[in-house]
C-alpha cells in the first residue's frame, strides 16, 4: 500500500462544490470526491499552519507541548517510521515555515524538494523596489512578507510560473520518475490558496470582472472596517475564490496523473487542509488579529476550525460519513494500513474502519492554538461534539507569555484574546455562529469543559497547565 497526502493550506471548506460551495470553480476535486470517502465532520486541532503539520507528523495534540517551533530531534515522526519501515517517504512542499530557519520537517523523509519563494523565504533580492498594488497600510507586513512576495514573483508571466503549479508539476514527475518503487510515502504541502493571493488575472477577472480599485492581495488581519471598503473586501474574497480555483486546476492535475499511472489500485490519497480564513464573517479578515496592541487569538469559528477532508482508497465505495477526524488521527491510520504500530503513544485514532465502512470515530474534536501557558490572556480551546461547539478559556488571569510567533513565524507581542470569556453555539441552529448560548446551556458547556479535560490528561499536559482550564 501507498500513501499520497495531500495539503492544502487555509482551503476553505465550503468553498469546495463537494460541500456545498457553490462560489469557486472546484470541478476536479469535486470529481475526486465523488469517486472517493468524504468526511464531513473534520476539524483542526493544533492551530495554526506549523502546529497542524507537526500533528500530522507525529501523531498528537502538539498545542498541548510546544508552541509555533521547529520540529525537534527528539518527536517520532511518521516519515522516519515509514521509511524504516521500507517505505521511500518523500516530501515536496512550497510551504516555506516547515522548512525555514531551521524547522526542519523534512526529518526523516528519504528525500525532500522544496519549491522555492512562498511569502517569508529568504530566496532572492531583486528586485529591490517590487511595487505594491494598493496602499501599504492596507497590507500585512509590507515592507517584509508583501515586499518579499512581489519581489519573487515580479517575472512572473504564466500561470504555471505559479507555486502550486511548480508543486504539483514536480510531484507528477516525481511519480513518474519512482514509479517502479515498490512502496512509497508522498507527502506534498502546498501554501496555496493561503495569502498572498496571486492567481492570473484572467482567473480573478471570472469571479470580480468589473473591478477597478485596490487589490488588496495580503489583507492585514484586522476588523474589515477599520481600513476596508465593501467593494474591497468582495475583490479579497474573489482573489481567494481565484486562488481555489487555481489549486484544484493543479491538485486536479495530480489527481490525474496518479489515475493514469494505475496507483489508484494500491494508494491511499488523502486530502485536507489546516484550517480556513475568514473573509468578513464575524466583521474579521484573517485568522487573528493583528494589531498595534499585539498578536490576538481569535475564536477557532466554524469558517477556520471545520476543514476538508477526502480519502481514496482501492475499491472504496464513494460515500459520505459523519465521523469525526482530526490531523493526529492521519499516522495512526497509516501505519495501521502499513502492518504497523506507532513507536510511542499517540493522540491520534486509526480511521481505517471508517474506510473499510464503519462511521465510529472520535465522539468529539478539541483544536486550539498552543495552550500549555493557556489561560484568557493568549489562547481559547474548541470543542465540537453533537451539534455544539465550545470555546473555552483558561482562567489564569493576565500575560503569561509575551510574544508568539504563529500565523508567520515572526514573533509578535501577545495580546488578549478577543473573547475572554466562554462561548457556546448551537451549530444546526446557527450555523454561522452568531447566537452565544452559553448563559443558556451552562450544563453543556460543563460537559464541553469535561471533555477538554478529558483529551488534555490523555496526552499528558503537564498537570499544573490542565489546571488553569478547570
Known amino acids: 500500500m501507498n500513501f499520497i497526502v495531500i495539503v492544502s493550506d487555509t482551503l476553505r471548506r465550503d468553498f469546495l462544490g463537494c ?95 522544496w519549491i522555492r519563494g512562498q511569502e517569508s523565504d ?10 505594491y498594488p494598493c496602499d501599504p497600510v492596507k497590507l500585512r507586513q509590507p515592507h517584509s512578507l508583501t515586499a518579499s512576495h512581489h519581489r519573487l514573483s515580479a517575472q512572473w508571466r504564466y500561470e504555471d510560473d505559479r507555486f502550486v503549479a511548480r508543486t504539483m508539476a514536480t510531484a507528477c514527475r516525481w511519480l513518474e520518475d519512482n514509479r517502479e518503487l515498490d512502496r ?29 480599485g485596490d487589490v488588496v492581495d495580503y489583507p492585514r488581519y484586522e476588523y474589515v472596517d477599520e481600513f ?13 475564490t481565484a486562488e481555489v480555483t487555481l489549486v484544484d486546476r493543479w491538485v486536479g492535475r495530480l489527481l490525474e496523473k496518479i489515475e493514469d499511472m494505475g496507483l489508484l489500485e494500491n494508494t491511499l490519497v488523502l486530502l485536507t487542509s489546516d484550517h480556513g480564513f475568514l473573509h468578513g464573517e464575524h466583521g474579521i479578515i484573517g485568522k487573528s488579529l493583528i494589531q498595534p496592541s499585539g498578536f490576538r487569538y481569535i475564536p477557532l469559528y466554524e469558517e477556520i476550525n471545520h476543514i476538508p477532508w477526502i480519502a481514496h482508497y482501492p475499491d472504496v465505495k464513494p460515500r459520505r460519513t459523519s465521523a469525526i477526524v482530526q490531523p493526529p488521527d492521519i499516522l495512526p491510520t497509516l501505519l495501521d494500513f502499513a502492518g504497523m504500530q506507532p513507536s510511542d503513544p499517540v493522540d491520534g485514532i486509526s480511521f481505517r474502519p471508517v474506510i ?44 503569561v507569555r509575551e510574544s508568539d510567533a504563529a500565523v508567520d513565524g515572526s514573533e509578535k507581542r501577545l495580546g488578549d484574546t478577543v473573547h475572554s470569556n466562554d462561548l457556546l453555539f448551537d451549530l444546526t441552529a446557527d450555523p454561522s455562529q452568531q447566537q452565544n448560548l452559553a ?30 482550564w478547570k
Not at 529568504?122 to 511595487?131: G, Y
Not at 476596508?228 to 481567494?240: I, S
Open 19 to 113: 460541500y456545498g460551495g457553490h462560489e469557486a470553480d472546484t470541478r476536479h476535486i469535486d470529481a475526486f470526491a465523488n469517486r472517493s470517502l468524504v468526511f464531513d465532520r473534520a476539524y483542526s486541532a493544533s492551530f495554526p499552519t506549523v502546529p497542524h503539520r507537526r500533528d500530522v507528523m507525529t501523531g498528537r495534540y502538539t498545542f498541548t507541548y510546544t508552541p509555533w517551533a521547529p520540529l525537534t530531534q527528539k518527536e517520532p515522526v511518521l516519515s522516519d517510521m515509514l521509511r524504516k519501515a521500507g517505505y521511500t517517504s518523500m516530501m515536496i512542499a512550497d510551504n516555506p515555515h516547515i522548512l525555514e530557519n531551521g524547522y526542519h520537517f523534512d526529518r526523516g523523509f528519504s528525500a525532500f524538494e
Open 122 to 131: 529568504r530566496w532572492k533580492l531583486s528586485p529591490t523596489s517590487p511595487s
Open 184 to 212: 512509497f510515502f508522498l507527502y506534498v504541502d502546498a501554501f496555496d490558496p493561503h495569502e498572498p493571493w496571486d492567481p492570473p488575472q484572467w482567473l480573478v477577472d471570472k469571479y470580480d470582472p468589473n473591478y477597478h
Open 228 to 240: 476596508l471598503t465593501p467593494e474591497e473586501l468582495k475583490h479579497c474574497r474573489a482573489l481567494y
Open 356 to 399: 473499510e465502512g464503519s462511521d465510529d470515530a472520535r465522539d468529539y474534536a478539541v483544536a486550539s492554538p498552543y495552550a500549555l501557558e493557556g489561560g484568557a490572556a493568549s489562547a481559547q480551546a474548541t470543542v465540537t461534539f453533537d451539534r455544539w461547539s465550545a470555546v473555552l478559556s483558561g482562567r489564569l488571569p493576565g500575560q
Open 439 to 468: 448563559e443558556q446551556h451552562p450544563e453543556v458547556l460543563d460537559h464541553a469543559r469535561r471533555l477538554l479535560i478529558e483529551t488534555l490528561t490523555a496526552a499528558k499536559m503537564r498537570e499544573d497547565a490542565i489546571e488553569l
